[in-house]
């Protein structure tokens, strides 16, 4: 990040403290710069050398916000969220459901007053974008506020881009995009990386990313992530939904993602007596090869669906898609015969805002049908034994992961060299593994040996609560089937 970039950010997030004191969170003041950043700018394109017709309605502008004061500016500020929430395209995604949280007129006044100060579009678009990231990554820090889950590590989704080079011209899709970060990580990469043309550089802006997100104050920090790069018009190229629920017909040419930490979709259901009950959400789906209520075997299904043929996928996938059985297995068998599954980076622990989570990431590409099975052979790096993160004093840096990148050879993956931490495994070899498992590791835990090598203890204990939770959900799967049974 730039000085003046970070300069700008300690100066909103040192008014974030002041409104803390009001009860307003982390997650809340970032949501309600994004409402008052977007109106700012928007005016700003109606004035020189812009000239542009105002996108909002008139009487809900930024004007109609500066010349009011005390109640009526809180009151005034209430009816513009209420009203552009109505409207449609990128409005109505950034505005849906919109609420004020900032109850105190004053305090208001002086936010509506630290943004006016500043010239936003006169910004440089990679410096207003790191000033925005840089608020959506401290909002991510504060673990409380639940925000951190949809925080992808940035030097992981770089050396995801970075082996996956997508191309001008090219769709791609995050069908849990969280705040972006997929989006505007292959955004960069195809800007930066290739001389545009015109026709190009307008692909870019406006067809070439797509995603969804189930939350909606994720998704509109998205869209105001994804505007503040310049990327996206009128229409938003975001939209909020269950992107489980059917088969959306459209296809990609490359598919980025990390889907939410935790194995069950779940719906609560008010029953007669008031009480609510969580139930299991199961997707039946005709494209899907297995019906199950894991979130992550589904997603990696829906994954497979949205991708063109010979589309090419990079998914983040925790450690159960990998060795669990019934519709695990299914869906492990079926992808490595109908998709090339080539490569699989197996993350350290310590790295992810959500504790403890053992990750993974897939890569694979989508095959026409054929008799003959597409993987070949599966290349597994393992970058989790002997090694040991956390989030603060030990953060996954891009220089981590270098080697990950110069073993998957991305100007020809196809002319790989086998090395201590990066080892092939053939289709037959995988299919004759109990369940098709591809929970495979091969070099020596030194810390089992050695206890000056044990990892730190928080690290440790959040191991022991990942697994007794994962131990906790899998009893209680099994006590499900044998209720039902």
Not at 38 to 52: G, I, S, V
Not at 84 to 109: S, T
Request: with cysteine; aromatic share 10%; proline share 5%.
């Amino acid at each position: 990040m730039t000085d003046e970039s970070s300069t700008i950010v300690q100066r909103l997030w040192n008014y974030c403290h002041v409104l803390r004191d009001d009860g307003v969170s982390y997650g809340d003041y970032v949501e309600q710069l994004t409402y008052l950043l977007f109106l700012k700018m928007a005016d700003e394109q109606t004035k020189p050398p812009f000239n542009k017709p105002s996108i909002i309605p008139k009487g809900f502008d930024w004007q109609s916000l500066l010349e009011k004061d005390g109640d009526t500016l809180e009151s005034h500020y209430r009816h513009i969220l209420e009203s552009l929430g109505k409207e449609k395209g990128m409005l109505g995604v950034i505005f849906r459901k919109a609420q004020n949280k900032i109850q105190d007129p004053a305090k208001l006044k002086r936010l509506t007053e630290l943004i006016n100060d500043e010239t936003w579009i006169g910004v440089d678009i990679d410096v207003k974008g790191a000033i925005y990231e840089g608020l959506l990554e401290k909002n991510a820090e504060d673990i409380k506020s639940g925000a951190g889950q949809y925080f992808t590590p940035r030097p992981l989704i770089k050396a995801m881009v970075e082996v996956m080079r997508p191309e001008p011209g090219m769709t791609i899709c995050d069908p849990a995009c969280g705040t972006g970060g997929f989006l505007l990580a292959a955004h960069d990469y195809i800007s930066k990386d290739y001389p545009l043309d015109k026709e190009q550089k307008r692909f870019l802006k406006f067809n070439t990313l797509g995603g969804k997100d189930i939350v909606d104050s994720v998704a509109r920090l998205c869209v105001m992530n994804l505007y503040l790069h310049g990327i996206g018009g009128k229409e938003s190229p975001i939209e909020v939904g269950d992107s489980l629920i059917s088969d959306p017909r459209s296809r990609y040419d490359m598919v980025l993602t990390n889907p939410p930490f935790g194995k069950k979709s779940s719906i609560t259901i008010v029953n007669g007596g008031g009480k609510a009950d969580r139930e299991s959400l199961v997707y039946e789906r005709q494209d899907f090869w297995a019906t199950t209520s894991n979130k992550q075997l589904n997603f990696l299904q829906h994954v497979k669906t949205l991708l063109k043929i010979n589309g090419r996928a990079a998914i983040v996938v925790p450690d159960n898609v990998l060795f669990e059985g019934g519709a695990g297995e299914t869906v492990r068998r079926k992808l490595l015969a109908e998709c090339d599954v080539h490569t699989l980076l197996r993350l350290p622990t310590g790295i992810f805002y959500a504790q403890g989570v053992k990750a993974n990431v897939l890569f694979f590409d989508r095959k026409p049908a054929s008799e003959k099975p597409w993987t070949e052979k599966l290349w597994i790096y393992d970058l989790r034994t002997n090694t040991h993160f956390t989030l603060k004093e030990n953060p996954l840096r891009f220089e981590h992961l270098q080697n990950f990148i110069k073993c998957y050879n991305p100007e020809n993956r196809h002319s790989r060299k086998e090395t201590e931490r990066f080892t092939p495994f053939t289709y037959d070899e995988l299919m004759q593994r109990d369940n098709a498992n591809l929970d495979i590791f091969w070099l020596k835990d030194e810390s089992l040996e050695d206890s000056d090598k044990l990892p730190p203890p928080e690290l440790i204990a959040a191991e022991i609560t990942e697994n007794l939770e994962s131990a906790l959900e899998q009893f209680g799967s099994i006590e499900e089937t044998l209720r039902t049974k």
